[in-house]
C-alpha cells in the first residue's frame, strides 16, 4: 500500500499542470498520483498521460467526462490506494522540505500503528504581484509535535480557517463517512472540509508551509466576479452545509463551535456576494436564502442573524448595503481572506 494518494484534478490545464505534478516527484514511491482529466479538450490528457508513461509505478492517469472539480475528487477516492488523501488543484503545487517531513509523519503513523484519521499543515497564499506571502497556519490553535482530540484544540480566530489545501485524511475515512460532492459545481471544497470532520477522532498538526496556494489567474473560480456570476454554485453548497452539518448531534463541543465558525464564513460570503452584486435578482435571492436558513434550522438563524457578522450584512436600504460592503472590503484587508 502507499502511504500517500494525491489527486490532482485537471481541467484545461496544460499551461501550468507540470509544475504541479514536478513538485509531487520527489515523494518517490511511497506516493500515488491519480492524474484526473475531468474532460479536458487541450492537451491535459496528452500530458498526463505522458507523466504516466514516464513514471508508471507513481503516476496513473484517469480520464472521465467533464463532471467537475468534485467529480474529480470523487474519482480520486474511488481510485486511491494509499493509506492517506490530498487533493492538489493542477495550478498549485507543494514546497519540498515540508513534503518530505509530511511523508516522514505518514511513514511513523503507519509504522508505530498510531493511525491518526487528519493530518493538518499550512498553506500558503501565492498571490500574483505581491512580494508578502500570507501563510494560514494553525499553531495557536492547535498542538504540535502529538496526536490530539478535538477537546485539545485552542479557538480559531476570525479569518483563520481548514481549507482542501491544510488537511490530509485517512482516505478510508472519506469512504466510511459516505463523502460524495455534487457535480458540476464549484466550491465544494467546504464539503470537503466540513463533512468529514465529526467522523475524525485522532488529529495531528505539522506546523510546515506545505501547500502552495496559487491565486491570480482572472478566470479562477476564487475571483470576485467569478464568484458572482457563479453565485447559484456558492449558494447550494451553502445550503449543503447547512442541511447537512448537525451541530446538535456533535459530541465535541469545541468541534461544534469550529464547524458553526465555518459555516458562519460561508453563509457571510454567500450573503456579501449577493450584495455586491447588487441586482434586483440577487437581492431577492439574498432573502429567499436566508429564509431557506430559516426554515431548515430556526438556531442557527438566529444565531447567524443576531451576530455580530449578520447585523452587519442585514442593514436595511442602499445605505446599509454600502455599509456592509465597506465593512466586507475592511475584513478583506484586515484577514487576507478572498
Known sequence: MKLLSVVVPCYNSQDYMRNCIESLLPGGESVEILIVNDGSSDNTGDIADEYAAKYPSMIKTIHQ?????????????????????KVVDSDDWVDTPAYLKVLTALK??????????????????????????????????????????????????KGQYLMMHSLMYRTALLRECGLVLPKHTFYVDNLYVTIPLPYVNRIFYLNVDFYRYFIGRSDQSINEKVMISRIDQQLKVNKLMIELIDLDSIRSSKLSQYLYHHLEIVTMISTILLLRSGSKENLQKKRAFWRFIMECDLELYRHLRYGMMGRLLSLPGLFGRSISVGVYKITQKVVGFN
Open 108 to 157: 511513523r503513523f503507519a509504522t508505530e500503528g498510531e493511525l491518526i484519521d487528519l493530518l493538518i499543515s499550512n498553506f500558503v497564499y501565492e498571490k500574483e504581484g505581491k512580494k508578502h506571502k500570507k501563510v494560514m497556519k494553525y499553531g495557536n490553535v492547535l498542538p504540535e509535535n502529538k496526536s490530539f482530540t478535538w477537546d485539545e484544540i485552542g479557538r480559531f480566530r
Open 65 to 85: 467526462t467533464n463532471g467537475g472539480h468534485g467529480e474529480a475528487v470523487n474519482t480520486g477516492i474511488r481510485h486511491a490506494s494509499g493509506l492517506y488523501f
